[in-house]
């Protein structure tokens, strides 16, 4: 809640979450604000005679005007926020996805693994990202002319390519038909940023203490990727991905204004009114509304995501997390956090009588057994403690924490056991004795 406070604070965070929730509202709303065209359904809706080329001004036909055509202009804004929305976040999620897992990997592995591994990445981060989408669209169009088919994919006012099969329709030809060859390839060379990102700092973490006692604790190197290295790396991947959401939707607009590659309405919607933005005598006010609209939408969903993406970069940078907490404040949190406890004790019990505040704690086992008490993991707890014994470290402190234990729940055995073990490590034999007795019992 206090980093929630900290980003509204800035009046960006407010305007670039208002803009966002503006955009989603409006692609939720899509078929209420304007519904399909029951004849031809899709992101164009015509409203005139199709033989009127000639854009007409915003009226009750169509609050925004026409396009040439006599296409509705709000018709194409509304539902061409729904696809700039779905095109973005798909985009974004699955590039920081697997960015994540490729950087994180090669992080923990080091080595010759890591090094193989972020080269391919710094491969693919040199090709152009335009110039991979023209060849992936390319080779995709080759495939699929080669067996017999007709590929064309800036076919105007459509929903995707136009794909004919010719015969028996091929794997390649199926998978064309469902999924969008741009976003593909905006995944495939958008991903590296992510991995780079995420490797640096996993690179930095996997020596670091808390990965140590997490490893002492018998945690597989899956675990310890997905649990502890990737929730501790990913805030500037999140950053990325919030910005990335605006950059490839701007992207995809430019792409398909210059017939590249695309399906994107706003961009099909800019194409179209291309030859009216001068009006006559040169005047850019004549049809304004065939390229106002379709600008602002694709600006402000831009920079929406940016101060977004900036807010958060704010909320999650260190030094939004350093706060001096007055006494009487930190004294107000310790008496919640006893009265939580008398009001659960089966719950809270255990993190109650060991503390569960691992920032006073000097060792990082010692932190990730009484972390493990606070969330009722006792299995994991006496084996972080067998571990200190082992080692001769903090055994004084094993022998309190376990004391405490075993006077609230003296039916476990094991940690009777453990505190045996503690004991007579200490040379306490007579106590030890006493511990073991009652682990028979």
Known sequence: MRNLGHFFSRWQNWLGFILVLI??????????????????????????RSADHVPHPPGEAGLLGTLPGQYDVFHTLVWGTRNALQFGLLVALFSAVVGILFGAIAGYAGGTVNGVMMRIADAFLAFPIIAGVVFLQQLVAISIEAAGGIFLPGKSFSSGPFVEAIGKASLTQILLESIDPLMLSLIVFSWMPYARLVNSMVIGLKNMEFIQATRALG??????????????SISPAVVLAARDVGSVVLLQATLTFIR???????????????????????????????????TLAVILFGVSWNLLGDGINDVMSPE??????????????????????????TVNGFAAMVGNN???????????????????????????????????????????DLAQIARKFPGEPQVWQVLGDALSHNEEAEDAQRAYARAKK
């Not at 949190?333 to 004790?345: L, S």
Request: hydrophobic letters at 40%; aromatic letters at 10%.
């Open 320 to 345: 939004s997390f350093v706060r001096v907490e007055s006494s009487s404040r930190a004294r107000r949190k310790k008496e919640q956090q006893d009265t939580q406890a008398r009001n659960n004790p």
């Open 219 to 232: 945690a597989s190197p899956f675990r310890i990727v997905l649990r502890h290295l990737i929730p501790n």
């Open 260 to 294: 590249i590659g695309g399906n994107s309405p706003w961009g099909e919607l800019l194409a179209s009114g291309r030859n009216f933005m001068l009006g006559p005598g040169g005047s850019l006010l004549t049809y304004w509304w065939v390229y106002v609209p379709a």
């Open 358 to 400: 691992s920032a006073f704690i000097p060792n990082p086992v010692l932190a990730a057994a009484r972390d493990a008490i606070g969330h009722r993991d006792l299995e994991s707890a006496l084996h972080a403690y067998v571990h200190l014994i082992d080692h001769g470290r903090y055994v004084n402190d094993v022998i309190r």
């Open 23 to 48: 955009f989603v509202t409006v692609a939720l709303a899509a078929p209420l604000l304007s519904p399909q065209d029951p004849v031809e359904p899709g992101f164009f809706k015509r409203i005139g």
